[in-house]
């Protein structure tokens, strides 16, 4: 008798710290769940895609913007919608340094979904997941590309311009800089080759090629690099004058084969030396990015199934979880320091 109450006790104190164990993660927040929002907004991830759908039907060109978005976002203090903050007198955020301002764009798109997830759930949505949100229906809009994302990231409140120079990788970068960028991130080389495949639709303004790419290589003014195709080389000197600068509004496509759909013809590009930018093309120039590059343009699905494991891997950078950050109201400013804003986030996440 005393025997079976003691591990009837035994038992329901192996039970609750189990329950415990399994609510942990709730309860301290860390990691993301897909379907965060089932019950707090269930319209939260629709009505993303509609603004998005809207979008991309006016100007196909934020699908793009949409997915350089949400890396820029999460390669700088990781993914908490800080790429969204506007600059004012007092800071220089990161959309004003000079991998975001003037090339990084879609904007619009984030804040014309927060409005719809703000009419329909009141302080419930962050930034931050709207943009992975909106990358994956970028995806999907220009390559028929969908994954489910996981969410529960909380908005961050600091943003600083030099910090995208110290995280994201520019394209002169060769491909043990781009492996390195990548793990400073924990990502691998596979998920580097991988990720760049979003360089398979979008542009890039003149400025990024006309030093070193098609003009001044190794600091011969009319030389170009010889790993670009000589008639590709022509081409591109043909809309990019040597002058231009990244300010310059004039762009060139990433992918020349299929420019507007995602795909894996980007690396089929750089198989046969079409690549636009030193960095796209420095992935053959290593035995390890090489293969990876090699076995992507030779199976589509093989790409698309690594590549929608890399976007939530992407996702998943130094997220804010549970009580940390805040929702914001406006994904442009921080909420006002009330504290108010944290009380009834921190509620909210308590209900589960
Ligand atoms: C591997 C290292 C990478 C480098 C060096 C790099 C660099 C760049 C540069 C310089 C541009 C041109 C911006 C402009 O002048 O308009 C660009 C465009 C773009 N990048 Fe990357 N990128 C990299 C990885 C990625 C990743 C991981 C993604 C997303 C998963 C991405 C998505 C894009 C997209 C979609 C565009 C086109 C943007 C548009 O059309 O507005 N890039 N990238
Ligand atoms: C939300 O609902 C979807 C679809 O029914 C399900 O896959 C997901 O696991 C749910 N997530 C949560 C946290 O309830
Ligand atoms: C449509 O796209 C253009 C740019 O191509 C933009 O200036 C305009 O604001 C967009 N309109 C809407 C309603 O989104
Ligand atoms: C400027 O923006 C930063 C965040 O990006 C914020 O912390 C700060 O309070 C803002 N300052 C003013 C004067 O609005
Ligand atoms: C939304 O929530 C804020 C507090 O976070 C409150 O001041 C405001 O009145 C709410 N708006 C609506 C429409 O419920
Ligand atoms: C989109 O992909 C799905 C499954 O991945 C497929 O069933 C469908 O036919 C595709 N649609 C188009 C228009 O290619
Ligand atoms: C940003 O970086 C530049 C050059 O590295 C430096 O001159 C400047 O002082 C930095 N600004 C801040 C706010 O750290
Ligand atoms: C890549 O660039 C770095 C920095 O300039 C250099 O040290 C390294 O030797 C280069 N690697 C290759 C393989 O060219
Ligand atoms: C990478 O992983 C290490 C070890 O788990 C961790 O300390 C670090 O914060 C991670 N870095 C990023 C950028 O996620
Ligand atoms: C050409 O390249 C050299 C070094 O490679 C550099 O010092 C110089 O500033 C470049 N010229 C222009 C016009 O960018
Ligand atoms: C610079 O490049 C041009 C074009 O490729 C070439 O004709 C010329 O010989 C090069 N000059 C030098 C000093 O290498
Ligand atoms: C660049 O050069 C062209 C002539 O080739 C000239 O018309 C243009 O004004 C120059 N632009 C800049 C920014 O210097
Ligand atoms: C392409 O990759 C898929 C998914 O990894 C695999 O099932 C398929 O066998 C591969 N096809 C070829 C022709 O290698």
């Known amino acids: 008798m005393a025997f079976s109450a003691c591990s009837m006790l035994k038992l329901i104190t192996m039970v609750s710290m189990a329950l415990l164990l399994l609510l942990l993660p709730y309860v301290h927040g860390q990691g993301?769940?897909?379907?965060?929002?089932?019950?707090?907004?269930?319209?939260?991830?629709s009505l993303v895609q509609q603004a998005v759908a809207k979008a991309f039907a006016n100007d196909s060109t934020v699908a793009p913007g949409l997915i350089r978005l949400f890396f820029h976002d999460c390669f700088v203090r990781g993914c908490?919608?800080?790429?969204?903050?506007?600059?004012?007198?007092?800071?220089?955020?990161?959309?004003?340094?000079?991998?975001?301002?003037?090339?990084?764009?879609?904007?619009?798109?984030?804040?014309?979904?927060?409005?719809?997830?703000?009419?329909?759930?009141?302080?419930?949505?962050?930034?931050?997941d709207i943009v992975?949100?909106?990358?994956?229906?970028?995806?999907?809009?220009?390559?028929?590309?969908?994954?489910?994302?996981?969410?529960?990231?909380?908005?961050?409140?600091?943003?600083?311009?030099?910090?995208?120079?110290?995280?994201?990788?520019?394209?002169?970068?060769?491909?043990?800089?781009?492996?390195?960028?990548f793990a400073n991130k924990n990502l691998t080389l596979d998920e580097m080759v991988t990720l760049s495949g979003a360089h398979s639709i979008g542009v890039a303004h003149c400025g990024v090629i006309t030093n070193g790419r098609i003009y001044n290589f190794s600091g011969n003014a009319s030389a170009f690099d010889p790993?670009?195709?000589?008639?590709?080389?022509?081409?591109?000197?043909?809309?990019?004058?040597?002058?231009?600068?990244?300010?310059t509004p004039?762009?060139?496509?990433?992918?020349?084969?299929?420019?507007?759909?995602?795909?894996?013809?980007?690396?089929?590009?750089?198989q046969l030396n079409l690549a636009l930018m030193t960095s796209d093309q420095a992935l053959m120039t290593n035995v390890n990015t090489s293969a990876?590059?090699?076995?992507?343009?030779?199976?589509?699905?093989?790409?698309?199934?690594?590549?929608?494991?890399?976007?939530?891997?992407?996702?998943?950078?130094?997220?804010?979880?549970?009580t940390q950050g805040e929702i914001r109201k406006n994904c442009r400013v921080v909420?006002?320091?009330?504290?108010?804003?944290?009380?009834?986030?921190?509620?909210?996440s308590h209900e589960y």
């Open 32 to 45: 993301l769940t897909v379907g965060f929002y089932n019950n707090t907004c269930p319209n939260a991830e």
């Open 80 to 128: 908490d919608g800080s790429v969204l903050l506007d600059s004012n007198s007092t800071n220089s955020a990161e959309k004003d340094g000079p991998p975001n301002n003037p090339s990084l764009h879609g904007f619009e798109v984030i804040d014309s979904a927060k409005s719809a997830v703000e009419a329909a759930c009141n302080a419930t949505v962050s930034c931050a």
């Open 132 to 181: 992975a949100f909106a990358a994956r229906d970028a995806a999907a809009l220009a390559g028929n590309i969908t994954w489910a994302v996981p969410s529960g990231r909380r908005d961050g409140s600091v943003s600083i311009a030099n910090e995208t120079l110290a995280n994201l990788p520019p394209s002169n970068f060769n491909a043990s800089q781009l492996i390195q960028n």
């Open 227 to 247: 790993t670009l195709s000589s008639s590709y080389a022509d081409l591109l000197r043909n809309k990019c004058p040597s002058n231009s600068t990244l300010s």
């Open 335 to 348: 909420n006002s320091g009330s504290g108010i804003g944290l009380v009834v986030d921190s509620i909210v």
């Open 250 to 270: 004039i762009t060139v496509g990433l992918d020349i084969i299929t420019p507007n759909v995602l795909d894996n013809r980007y690396y089929t590009g750089l």
């Open 292 to 322: 990876e590059v090699n076995s992507n343009a030779n199976n589509q699905t093989a790409w698309v199934e690594k590549f929608k494991k890399a976007m939530v891997r992407m996702g998943n950078i130094e997220v804010l979880t549970g």
